[in-house]
């Protein structure tokens, strides 16, 4: 089964620092790739997405993620946390075959000053 | 322009009653699709409906069910809540069915079940 795993559930950094969060697929094709970011009682909003064109991907916010093949993986990074980027990141794939998103466990993002 | 609205933002139902959430997509967008959100399990593809048809379908029971009406507005509905129900329900839109197309996703529905 297709699945994304996403290393660490909980990240913490100091303001300024960089900001990595992991995420690795199963898949034997390319699959589409997004992050997603969540604040408390929100809904998901879409930081960005690889959909087979470049591998380095920049969204919104100073955020980007680089689609490693070799690697099945697809980490978001930011050179320089703020305080208002402390939320839950959720990596989520997609094939295809078939629309629905599979997303990983989530990994929360603490920034401290 | 209008994001993807869901109503209501909160609910609290009993055991055994019914409840049906509404969605209504950003204008031109053609497909919906539902998520059930829990600490437990998190992110659960429940189904995606496009041009009123229902394309794709999650692993739940079929107490969930769903439709979508002409002007693509969608509705899901969950009969005999049971207390492991309560979640956030995530509706999202897309202006095609397929994933190249992107997600827009609205604030939910926080849905509980006492």
């Known amino acids: 089964a297709q699945s994304v795993t996403q290393l660490g559930s909980h990240v913490s950094v100091s303001e300024g620092a960089l900001v990595l969060l992991r995420c690795n697929y199963s898949s034997s094709v390319p699959p589409y790739l997004f992050w997603y970011v969540q604040y408390p009682n929100q809904g998901l909003q879409l930081l960005l997405k690889y959909t087979s064109a470049a591998t380095l991907v920049k969204g919104i916010n100073g955020f980007e993620a680089e689609f490693k093949k070799s690697e099945t993986s697809f980490h978001l990074t930011k050179p320089s946390a703020h305080m208002s980027d402390a939320a839950e990141y959720f990596c989520?794939?997609?094939?295809?075959?078939?629309?629905?998103?599979?997303f990983g466990k989530g990994t929360t993002l603490s920034v401290s000053s | 322009k209008a994001g993807v609205t869901q109503t209501p933002r909160y609910l609290i139902k009993t055991r055994g009653q019914q409840v049906t959430l509404s969605c209504s997509p950003i204008?031109?967008?053609?497909?919906v699709s539902w998520y059930q959100q829990t600490p437990g399990q998190g992110l659960q593809f429940l189904f995606e409906?496009?041009?009123?048809?229902?394309?794709n379908k999650g692993n739940f029971p079929g107490r969930f069910s769903g439709r979508q009406f002409s002007n693509s507005r969608s509705e899901m509905n969950v009969s005999t809540l049971e207390l492991g129900d309560s979640a956030l329900y995530l509706c999202?839109?897309?202006?095609?069915?397929?994933?190249?197309?992107?997600?827009?996703f609205g604030s939910g529905t926080r849905l509980t079940v006492v």
């Open positions: 204008s031109g967008h053609r497909s």
């Open positions: 409906y496009f041009s009123e048809t229902q394309r």
């Open positions: 989520a794939v997609s094939y295809q075959a078939g629309t629905a998103l599979i």
């Open positions: 999202a839109s897309s202006k095609g069915t397929g994933a190249g197309y992107g997600y827009t």
